[in-house]
């Protein structure tokens, strides 16, 4: 076997391995293979799944780069990297502590339900098999937070506060309604309703009770041993806490030699430029380049509010409908899935974020989606709504994600990976920027919003090595954010409980975004005249998702 086919033949296996792990993602991904099965959170199960990718990694790295073609070579350093990334991360026990409102088990599961389909009878059944299971997921979910107490890992109370809302939420919702039931089957099946049938059962006499079972284990095991909000981060538990927040730094960033306190510095320093460009702008829109009176009208202003969810929708579909109109003047790459945008659901608008994305289904069965919160929307700010529009979907996650996934002559990991937070979260930050020199805002009050995006990831390099590395509070936390990003206060107060439940993954934004935006100077400079921004896009874009070392890696091949 030559080294090309060798490489491929393991990172084939690699990616095998991940969605065997986790059937639930590789449904998600359209990978029907582990319809019927369901995530096993066993300490059994985990070791088997190191002991697999620490030898996936010894073999890879024993292949030589130096006779491998330029392509492989750069799929030879991602799956390096992330094979080690993932073994690093999995090795601090992530699952003790997954009790979170963003990726807790629960969470992921609640998020996940709504965009599992069954295109054909042979998925649906399965499915069915899939959640009779959820019981015993859930019951070794709840053995793990154990072994997580016992090993002195408190939680922190807000975290716990946050999921006993959505549990509660969703164990107070119509059966008629539940996401485990009403999700997409196959169109014009004659099976349908007998399958519709035991979905309900299902739900009713196994999902339902194992969640209510896990919401009296976090109720009655886990809260009394959290954490106050004065002593949220991890640095409160001591040296364990400490080593898992390197460990998150570095699975994020992709940068190993980024230490906290250079982000900290990092995120002061991009505050403190960001001033400049509110005062102009400020001055333009609202006759004052005070900062904190610009602050206070986009905060307090009654006509920079909504007045009902389907105004945030107007907003983000009519920016959607821009972008996918401009893309092509930028992008000689374009994704060939369209991009969907519907509502968060209920039962999780109020504990998640403003907005999130999920890719296409491989297999074509599910389109990219942008969830838009509707939640309270007269706290929600008008400014905002185009630059999260341009951030979740064009030209940001939807069309870097769905090129992704459709470079076929790539191993499907580079294809579909959940790695490199930096890279994928950093391109959607620097879409924000880039979608003003597309044109696409119609006026200040959107570039404003622009700004507050750029503030927003900024104060999180602050934030979030306040909290994990400085022992900031909670209040602390979220002062910081009020004082430096105009959105609402309780919008602030939930990116702050985000941040205590997912350390290290909020600095890569703006880690990423500032590496892209460097490459690009970079190549601006190198090549003068002779640069093509199309073409960068497509170098940037070309190879899936990346870690920063590799991306500086393809820019110099311009």
Wanted: charged share 25%; hydrophobic share 40%; glycine share 8%.
């Amino acid at each position: 076997m030559n080294g090309h086919d060798e490489l491929m033949n393991l990172a084939e296996r690699y990616w095998d391995s991940v969605l065997e792990a986790r059937p639930s993602d590789a449904t998600l991904l359209g990978d029907r293979r582990f319809d019927d099965r369901i995530e096993d959170l066993s300490v059994a199960a985990e070791e088997r799944v190191l002991s697999t990718w620490r030898e996936l990694l010894r073999q890879v790295e024993a292949l030589d780069a130096a006779e491998l073609e330029p392509v492989d070579r750069v799929t030879r350093s991602l799956l390096v990297t992330e094979l080690a990334g993932a073994v690093e991360r999995l090795g601090w026990r992530p699952l003790e502590m997954a009790y979170d409102q963003m990726e807790g088990v629960h969470a992921f599961a609640l998020m996940l339900a709504p965009q599992t389909n069954a295109p054909q009878p042979g998925n649906a059944l399965a499915l069915v098999e899939r959640y009779r299971q959820f019981g015993d997921m859930l019951g070794q979910a709840v053995g793990r937070f154990r072994d997580g107490l016992a090993a002195g890992r408190t939680p922190p109370r807000i975290l716990l506060e946050r999921s006993l809302n959505q549990l509660d939420s969703y164990l107070s919702s119509e059966l008629s309604n539940d996401p485990f039931v009403t999700f997409d089957g196959p169109q014009d099946w004659d099976g349908e309703a007998d399958w519709r049938a035991q979905l309900t059962e299902v739900a009713r006499e196994v999902i339902r009770p194992a969640f209510q079972q896990y919401r009296d284990v976090l109720f009655d095991e886990l809260l009394p041993a959290s954490r106050p909000d004065d002593k949220a981060g991890l640095c409160w538990l001591g040296a364990d806490g400490e080593d898992i927040y390197r460990r998150q730094l570095r699975y994020h960033t992709t940068l190993p030699d980024l230490g906290a306190e250079e982000i900290h510095e990092l995120g002061l320093a991009e505050l403190a430029a960001l001033r400049e460009e509110y005062a102009t702008i400020g001055a333009r829109l609202f006759g004052t380049a005070d900062l904190a009176e610009i602050f206070g009208r986009l905060r307090d202003d009654p006509t920079l509010r909504y007045a009902d969810g389907e105004q945030i929708m107007f907003d983000a579909r009519r920016a959607l409908t821009a972008a996918t109109a401009e893309m092509g003047n930028w992008f000689g790459r374009l994704p060939k899935e369209s991009c969907e945008i519907v509502p968060v659901p209920e039962f999780l608008a109020a504990d998640v974020a403003g907005a999130y994305y999920f890719p296409p289904a491989a297999d074509g069965s599910r389109p990219g989606t942008y969830f838009v919160n509707q939640y309270h929307p007269t706290g929600r700010a008008r400014h905002e709504t185009v630059s999260v529009a341009y951030h979740e979907a064009i030209p940001g996650h939807h069309l870097q994600l769905t090129i992704a996934s459709e470079l076929d002559h790539l191993p499907r990991f580079q294809r579909q990976s959940f790695a490199n937070t930096a890279f994928v979260e950093g391109w959607a930050l620097y879409t924000e920027r880039l979608a003003d020199e597309m044109g696409l805002y119609e006026d200040d009050l959107g570039r404003l919003g622009m700004l507050a995006g750029d503030s927003w990831r900024s104060s999180r390099l602050v934030v979030d090595t306040g909290l994990h590395a400085k022992g900031w509070s909670r209040q602390q936390a979220i002062d910081f954010m009020v004082a430096n990003v105009p959105s609402g206060i309780s919008e602030l107060t939930t990116e702050v409980d985000r941040y205590i439940g997912m350390p290290g993954q909020a600095v890569a934004y703006k880690v990423g975004q500032l590496e892209i935006r460097k490459q690009r100077l970079v190549a601006t400079e190198r090549l003068g005249s002779a640069f093509d921004i199309k073409a960068f896009h497509d170098v940037v874009l070309g190879s899936g998702s990346v870690s920063l070392p590799v991306l500086r890696e393809l820019v110099a091949t311009l």
